[in-house]
């Protein structure tokens, strides 16, 4: 099913105190927030303005990447179904999908592998960077860190508006981020780093720096694999949610990528975004036992408490991400242990889906419901879920970057206020005050 485009219009506005009227044309079923300004005031010549705090009903840019219908539950990356990607597509073939528009041949793949292969490793200041970060250092915040400062390898990136520029610089963070985010959890673990090995691949290399040990063979469990791979999948792209809207913000100054990642780093890192999926197993862990949901969906009810790892701002559906995930929980935790916290999480979910207050507020699991119990199965903490997530969307923040840099609609992102403040006053004298 093909986004429906919505037609032009128009829209007659007229003002009953003047009798003025204007007509404002409907584009893309949106009306250009600027054409308001032509609708004088009085009190400023700005004309008026919107208001939309949080963005709930704004569309900040035209983007050809990500298509969600929320009501419908529908995600498709370049108008394929994540479904069908997730279960027939490798991560790196949905890289390229999600940056050049189309699925790679297999001549196209094998050079964009190439490509990556040939910048998988990381600089050596790096290494040293994140040896000297203190132990209790978060490794979402030692992947930002190490975003920003590897930047600093490369100071042609700051020529934004050269599209060969822009491209050397994609496949460099798409390669080196992995490396990055292996690198953060071996220094959580005070382990030695283990170097990429592109020739296993982009998930099997990863699954090494990760948790291969140095000098040593590494063979994976093929379920972690590809588990692994898909939940790259899975989280590649997201059209404009908080952190992707942080990196276009950001970027939107000109400044380079590797800046405009880090800042995304840090917006997804927020538990209301993409540390929901490290809240939702803290949340399971503290409820405990399946007798005590009831209470705790009490407690959510009544504003004490918040269900992480339900709801969201645009599926007011079954997130189709989340299906995905709880269909891969059982086939790792085939090859692992059980895992207590899955039937917490089966048993909550399917209480909540028959209480009202759920239902009514249209509160379904979203991508970070289930995200947890996978990676955990997989050997891996809380504190690395969302850096896993980062791993993944790094695709679609750089496409976005991309995107945007071609718009000739952008320039930098500069929204305007309601001022709510004082009036102008005198400074009083110090014994005034
Ligand atoms: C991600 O944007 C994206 O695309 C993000 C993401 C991506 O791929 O990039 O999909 C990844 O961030 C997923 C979301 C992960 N976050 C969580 O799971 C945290 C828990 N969920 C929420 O806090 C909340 O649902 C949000 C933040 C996700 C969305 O919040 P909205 O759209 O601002 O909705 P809201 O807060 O205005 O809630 C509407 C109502 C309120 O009740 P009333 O005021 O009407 O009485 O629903 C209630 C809320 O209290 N509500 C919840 C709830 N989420 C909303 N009540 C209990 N538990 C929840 N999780």
Redesign the pocket.
């Known amino acids: 099913m093909s986004p429906e485009k919505p037609t032009d219009d128009l829209l007659n506005i007229e003002h009953p105190a003047t009798g003025k009227k204007w007509e404002l044309p409907v584009e893309d079923g949106c009306l250009r927030a600027v054409q308001l300004r032509q609708i004088p005031l009085g009190q400023t010549d700005l004309g008026l303005m919107s208001y939309d705090p949080?963005l709930?009903n704004t569309a900040s840019c035209r983007s050809a990447i990500t298509f969600?219908d929320g009501d419908a539950g529908i995600l498709d990356y370049r108008g394929y179904s994540i479904e069908d990607l997730a279960e027939s597509v490798s991560y790196p073939e949905v890289c390229y999908l999600i940056l050049k528009g189309e699925l790679p041949n297999r001549k196209e793949l094998a050079a964009f592998q190439a490509e990556l292969a040939e910048e998988a490793v990381l600089p050596a200041y790096l290494l040293e960077l994140f040896a000297s970060f203190p132990d209790e250092m978060h490794p979402m915040t030692m992947l930002a860190s190490g975003l920003a400062a590897l930047g600093a390898k490369y100071p042609e990136s700051e020529k934004v508006l050269d599209e060969e520029n822009r491209n050397k610089q994609i496949i460099r963070l798409l390669a080196k981020t992995p490396a990055l985010a292996a690198l953060a959890w071996r220094r959580t673990q005070s382990d030695s780093p283990v170097g990429p090995d592109p020739e296993k691949g982009f998930i099997v290399s990863f699954l090494r720096m990760l948790l291969g040990k140095p000098g040593e063979d590494f063979e994976v469990e093929e379920s972690f694999a590809r588990a692994m791979d898909a939940l790259l999948t899975l989280?590649a792209d997201?059209?404009?949610?908080?952190?992707?809207n942080a990196v276009r913000v950001v970027a939107s100054s000109h400044v380079n990528p590797y800046s405009a990642v880090a800042a995304g780093c840090f917006a997804?890192h927020g538990?209301?975004?993409?540390g929901?999926?490290q809240?939702?197993l803290e949340m399971l862990e503290e409820i405990g036992t399946v007798e005590a949901i009831p209470a705790f969906l009490e407690a959510?009810?009544c504003?004490d408490?918040?269900?992480?790892?339900?709801?969201?701002?645009?599926?007011k559906n079954y997130?189709p991400?989340a299906k995905v995930i709880s269909g891969l929980v059982d086939s790792v935790l085939d090859a692992g242990q059980p895992d207590p916290r899955l039937e917490i999480a089966r048993a909550l979910e399917a209480a909540a889906r028959e209480d009202d207050?759920?239902v009514s507020?249209k509160?379904f699991p979203?991508?970070?419901?289930y995200s947890g119990i996978l990676y955990s199965a997989m050997g891996f903490p809380a504190s690395m879920f969302t850096v896993f997530f980062a791993v993944g969307?790094m695709v679609g923040w750089l496409a976005h970057w991309d995107e945007m840099l071609r718009d000739s609609e952008q320039k930098i992102a500069r929204p305007r206020q309601i001022y709510t403040g004082h009036s102008r006053r005198e400074v009083p004298p110090m014994d005034k005050r």
């Open positions: 949080s709930l969600i989280h997201h059209e404009q949610n908080c952190s992707t997804l538990p209301l975004h993409g929901a999926n809240a939702v959510c009810k504003g408490r918040r269900l992480m790892g339900f709801g969201h701002r645009v599926y997130d991400r207050y759920f507020r509160l979203n991508v970070d419901f969307r």
